[in-house]
């Protein structure tokens, strides 16, 4: 079945570092991939989303490239902020699966001054 | 931010007592889902819906049901709650079931069975 991993976290970063969290994926066919991300004590908003291989999304510094040879997703941000300090979580969803997502476990990232 | 109102955002409860929680959303969105999130799970699908009186499980669906009698409203039962059920419930939305739709996602309700 469609499943999705993601990095262990927690994630401690400097401020300004640059950051890195790992996801992969295994699904059929060709899914969309997203990029969710959580505040502490809110819901979860996009953060950004490829819907086919060697797409690239990116949105406020972040990106991730969709590579289907490696069935990946990663995030990446050149230089982190203390208000990036959040659960970051990958997902996909299939056209036949009526918008489900299918999400990895989160990771969260704190980034100190 | 879209319209998505779940009530309500803490509950404490004892084990074996019915439990309805309610998401209420001002999009007039087609589709809605109900997630629970527990640490090293991520998000799990629990129900969700396609249209008015049309549901269909999800991943987790074992001792919940659900009802949609009106396009805005989608509630989520415990029929007999238990301390497994003890979890962070959010809501979704989204327009269509496309790929490059975007979900959107109430605040969440914090359930503690006890």
């Known amino acids: 079945g469609n499943s999705v991993t993601q990095m262990e976290g927690p994630v401690t970063l400097s401020e300004e570092a640059f950051l890195t969290i790992n996801c992969t994926y295994t699904?059929?066919?060709?899914?969309?991939l997203f990029w969710y991300v959580q505040y502490p004590g809110e819901g979860l908003q996009l953060l950004l989303k490829?819907?086919?291989?060697?797409d690239k999304g990116s949105n406020k510094g972040f990106e991730a490239t969709y590579r289907k040879e490696t069935t990946s997703f990663h995030l990446e941000k050149g230089s982190v902020q203390v208000s990036d300090s959040a659960v970051y979580f990958c997902?996909?969803?299939?056209?036949?699966?009526?918008?489900?997502?299918?999400f990895g476990q989160g990771t969260t990232l704190q980034v100190k001054p | 931010d879209a319209g998505i109102t779940q009530s309500p955002r803490h509950k404490v409860t004892e084990t074996g007592t019915p439990v309805t929680l309610r998401c209420h959303q001002t999009?007039?969105?087609?589709?809605m889902y109900w997630y629970r999130q527990d640490p090293g799970h991520g998000l799990r699908l629990i129900h969700y819906?396609?249209?008015?009186?049309?549901?269909d499980k999800g991943e987790v669906s074992d001792g919940y049901s659900v009802s949609r009698s009106k396009t805005e409203d989608f509630l989520l039962t415990l029929e007999s709650a238990t301390s497994s059920q003890t979890s962070v419930y959010f809501c979704?939305?989204?327009?269509?079931?496309?790929?490059?739709?975007?979900?959107?996602f109430g605040q969440g309700t914090r359930l503690t069975v006890v």
């Open positions: 699904a059929t066919g060709y899914p969309s």
């Open positions: 979704a939305i989204s327009e269509s079931p496309g790929p490059d739709t975007e979900a959107f």
């Open positions: 999009e007039n969105h087609r589709y």
């Open positions: 997902a996909l969803t299939h056209s036949s699966n009526t918008g489900k997502l299918i």
């Open positions: 490829a819907t086919k291989a060697d």
């Open positions: 819906s396609y249209g008015v009186k049309d549901t």
